[in-house]
């Protein structure tokens, strides 16, 4: 339902473009400037984040990516997602012997990619572009079981490769479109169609100094998938 509601978002964005752009550009003109440079980057760097007003550990930022205006209507961008996860069980209000287990997951997804611009109105500049990128993921999980006994697993979050460590070769099309509801400052929506090469990395377990490879050979998989970023992007032209 999210990612219906964000591609109806950017379709609403992109098709009133030019309903809006008559009230912007009055808008503009009564501050004394008439010319879309004054608000859209049409050249030089912008920075911008994407941000999860609502998500339900607070306002939660996955990704900064910066843009580089090599003309009005072309743009090439950077950018740089990272999300990291962990997770703790114990049972020491049981009062049994102790069992903790510890795990993690680190996901890096360095991105470049390249814009199209379009003219918009003075506020609004829609955009299409496309992206490759690398899809980084480990995991790591450590069980101690009393007081002598423990093992970790490296390459997963548990002996039956639950969130296995991978890496990607990424590719996406995407479309978006930046309302600058200030100099400088805007927000943003992007939707996109894309898919991956994936391969699987190995895992091992670690029993009380004993190492047992417990996936070894790398599976190769490809797929596409469409998506929308849930959240907004933020971002400032310097």
Same mark, same amino acid.
């Given at each position: 339902?999210?990612?219906?509601s964000?591609?109806f978002?950017?379709?609403?964005?992109?098709? +009133?473009?030019?309903?809006?752009?008559?009230?912007?550009?009055?808008?503009?003109?009564?501050?004394?400037?008439?010319?879309?440079g004054?608000?859209?980057?049409?050249?030089?760097?912008?920075?911008?984040?994407?941000?999860?007003?609502?998500?339900?550990?607070?306002?939660?930022?996955?990704?900064?990516?910066t843009?580089?205006?090599?003309?009005?209507?072309?743009?090439l961008?950077?950018?740089?997602?990272?999300?990291? /996860?962990?997770?703790?069980?114990?049972?020491?209000?049981?009062?049994?012997?102790?069992?903790?287990?510890?795990?993690?997951?680190?996901?890096?997804?360095?991105?470049?990619?390249?814009?199209?611009?379009?003219p +918009?109105?003075?506020?609004? $500049?829609?955009?299409?572009?496309g992206?490759?990128?690398?899809?980084?993921?480990?995991?790591?999980?450590?069980?101690?079981?009393g007081?002598?006994?423990?093992?970790?697993?490296?390459?997963?979050?548990?002996?039956?490769?639950? /969130?296995?460590r991978?890496?990607?070769?990424?590719?996406?099309?995407?479309?978006?479109?930046?309302?600058?509801?200030?100099?400088?400052?805007?927000?943003?929506?992007?939707?996109g169609?894309?898919?991956?090469?994936?391969?699987?990395?190995?895992?091992?377990?670690?029993?009380?100094?004993?190492?047992?490879?417990?996936?070894?050979?790398?599976?190769? $998989?490809?797929?596409?998938?469409?998506?929308?970023?849930?959240g907004?992007?933020?971002?400032?032209?310097?």
């Amino acid at each position: 339902m999210k990612k219906l509601s964000f591609l109806f978002a950017a379709g609403l964005l992109f098709a +009133g473009s030019h309903a809006f752009g008559q009230d912007y550009l009055t808008d503009v003109t009564s501050e004394g400037s008439g010319s879309s440079g004054d608000f859209k980057a049409t050249s030089g760097v912008t920075l911008d984040v994407n941000f999860s007003p609502f998500s339900e550990s607070g306002v939660w930022i996955d990704r900064i990516r910066t843009r580089y205006f090599m003309s009005p209507d072309l743009a090439l961008r950077i950018g740089l997602g990272i999300e990291r /996860n962990s997770t703790t069980y114990d049972n020491l209000e049981s009062g049994a012997d102790l069992i903790q287990t510890k795990s993690s997951t680190t996901l890096l997804n360095p991105t470049f990619g390249v814009e199209k611009h379009f003219p +918009g109105t003075d506020r609004l $500049s829609p955009y299409i572009g496309g992206d490759l990128g690398l899809g980084l993921f480990s995991a790591r999980a450590k069980r101690v079981v009393g007081e002598d006994y423990e093992y970790i697993i490296t390459g997963a979050t548990d002996n039956g490769l639950g /969130n296995q460590r991978y890496t990607a070769l990424t590719f996406a099309a995407v479309a978006g479109a930046n309302f600058y509801f200030a100099k400088h400052a805007y927000l943003g929506i992007e939707v996109g169609l894309g898919g991956q090469f994936k391969s699987l990395g190995k895992v091992e377990e670690d029993d009380n100094g004993t190492v047992e490879v417990l996936f070894e050979d790398k599976v190769n $998989s490809f797929r596409f998938e469409d998506y929308a970023n849930a959240g907004l992007l933020l971002g400032f032209k310097f």
